[in-house]
């Protein structure tokens, strides 16, 4: 403002030359935001010429004066200054002028004039003046008004995309705030017919959302306004547009025809009309309630859009008894209140815009901005559908409608609220149809399982702990059975016994020979559970030998270590320490050293040089020195399978009392936990299904006693 001359500033905007002009606008476009100036501007009769360029002039003189004049109205002055006259020329400029600079500032003009009840703090004495009353007129004038103004939102300016968004959420907020209940439904479904909805959900999706932010967070609002304002729209068959919604509803679904006649002649009524639908009752209207006509609209949208589905899946509920039937109806209505729920419709506008003041990163942007909500009707349509394949995936029941309206919860959750800003309408319609049952059981599950953590975390860590041992002895208990079966071990080499001690001796090449013939060892726990039996066979038998005819045995209590070159579960091997009893703690579960790669497993059981082998000598606790003592092997194994090699090296181990290391036995541990786990939070109990469910169990008769326990992972 310095240095520049307010007077001789007017005098230069009533110039007979158009240079004098522009440079003259020019220069007051980037001043007339200070209010000490603006008033200056007002007292020495700027405004009168001001207006007057704006209705007269062109190029970038109008382009400068439209400017300078909307931040005049941005401080909440000049509005005497509006008149129909002026509105009417700026009207016509937004559809018929395409220079950008002279869009922005005719569209932002339009957006204070629209929007000036809202922010003005002086009171408006002419009522049709200002708000959407004012342009009405105009706008009668040009049809293609507001499609001008939806073509200009696809405009590569970032800043005529933020001056057209204004202007169209100025226009919604003062149809929403000022018509009547007919009008203003009338004026959105015109937007929308225009394509505003897809035009703003590219912006929200773009990479200038940034510079576009403000009116894109309005918009949002905007949209939760009238979804809440559809919700909260309470069912009344004596308005035309909700008689021909539900019309629209029964006469989609291909209603079947009633032959009968009554006494007068008419056709009789079909007593289940509505019911057939899936409403409870004959009288629907009262079963939106809920969620008002919004969740009418949804219904009625799918009915028309989806109008193959809706029939075809109607045909085949009626063939279905009537406890299997599921009810589209309220499963419609029941998405309607899901997705409400999840976008929070509820939340004020004001707490949505807090998000805009934190747009520092990434993650607040994607938080705050919700694309999808622009496609309400598409993810309704997407989630009933869901809902239909669910229950016809479960075989589900009337009685389990609450249970299948938690798990279209979750997975709306899962999908809708875990997609990005950027991901397409298209891919999320294609999660929510192609989403496997079993992942969303398992989420349910692990949302019960956190529910239960927090209100219940101390006792439930008790219960998972107790069920882990459990687990653990039951799995001990299955692995010592396998010992007890015994198992055929091939062989290569087969050891020299001398004096009670296992040593490797050097063998000439006719022992070589005769050694690489192939033998078979088979192994067997004693029945006490405290000697391992063997003996060595030339041919494998076709039956297992008993135990009294293997001669060879190693009492457990003198085995020092079990050394294997199977693989070990990471997370089981860290922790083998912190449990390992006391008795065993020294050396009984060691690593094998570093070594070439194997081209077999094996398995070898030692003992200190000192212990009796033979007669099975008590064993006394090692003390801390008796890892630095001698090892030497008592019998090595080579199982021909990994689940062989788990079964007998961890069976070994807990007879020793140490932790299971193979990766296969700690997964069955965990899953057996993990089960019984799972039944203690449903608390699934036997007597609970009744006397109409009892469950018969299966005879014994013609069963012996030889059986084995199945591998749980099938």
Known sequence: MEGLNISELVDRLGSDEDAVRKMAAFKLQSNIGDPSFAD??????????????????????????????????????????????????????????????????????????????????????????????????????????????????????????????????????????????????????????????????????????????????????????????????????????????????????????????????????????????????????????????????????????????????LLEQSAQPVEERCPMAHASLSVTQILYEHFEIEKSELEDTKGYFVLDSRSSIDKTFKPLILQWSKLHSSGLQAYLRLWKATGAERTDISKITELVRILIEAVVGGALRTKDIKEVEEELRDFEYERLRELQMELLELTYEDAWGHHLRQVRDELDHEALQFIKEQRIRCLLQGAWFPMTAAPVVIKDQVVGVSLTKDELRKAASPTWRFTKLSHNRRWLHWRDFTDREENDPPLENLHEKIDLSTVSSVVSNVSASPSTTANTHSRTDSQASASTLRQAKPHPAPTNTKITINTYASSNISHGQPHHKHTNSSSSRKELPLLTLHPPTHSLASEFLDGLLMLLNQQPITAETNKLVRLVSGYGFRIRLLNVRFEELGPAREVEMPSRDGVDEDFYYEDFNG
Not at 44 to 59: E, F, I, Q, T, V
Not at 191 to 217: E, H
Not at 264 to 282: A, D, Q
């Open 40 to 313: 200056v501007f007002i007292s020495d009769g700027g405004l009168a010429k001001l207006r007057y360029l704006a209705l007269h002039a062109n190029g970038n003189t109008l382009a400068y004066t439209l400017a300078s004049f909307s931040r005049l109205l941005e401080i909440d002055k000049g509005w005497e200054f509006i008149t129909q006259e002026l509105v009417q020329r700026i009207v016509e400029l937004v559809v018929s002028n395409p220079l950008v600079n002279i869009l922005r500032g005719a569209m932002s003009m339009l957006a204070a004039i629209v929007s000036h009840p809202y922010n003005s703090t002086n009171s408006i004495t002419q009522p049709d003046a200002f708000g959407s009353r004012a342009l009405r007129p105009a706008v009668a004038q040009h049809d293609n008004f507001l499609e001008m103004l939806v073509i200009r939102l696809s405009s590569a300016d970032h800043m005529l995309c933020t001056s057209a968004l204004l202007l169209i959420n100025s226009l919604m907020r003062d149809a929403v705030s000022e018509d009547s209940e007919t009008e203003w439904p009338k004026f959105i479904k015109r937007l929308q017919d225009l394509g505003v909805i897809r035009a703003v959900y590219n912006l929200m999706q773009s990479s200038a959302l940034q510079d576009l932010a403000s009116p894109l967070l309005e918009f949002q609002g905007l949209t939760k306004v009238l979804l809440r304002k559809w919700r909260e729209a309470n069912i009344d068959l004596e308005k035309p547009e909700h008689r021909r919604a539900l019309k629209g509803i029964h006469l989609g679904s291909n209603p079947p025809k009633i032959e009968d006649m009554d006494a007068s002649g008419k056709r009789g009524h079909n007593p289940e009309k509505w019911r057939r639908l899936g409403f409870n009752t004959e009288s629907p209207a009262f079963e939106f309630d809920h969620v008002g006509f919004l969740g009418m609209m949804d219904l009625a949208d799918y009915a028309r859009k989806h109008e193959d589905s809706y029939q075809k899946v």
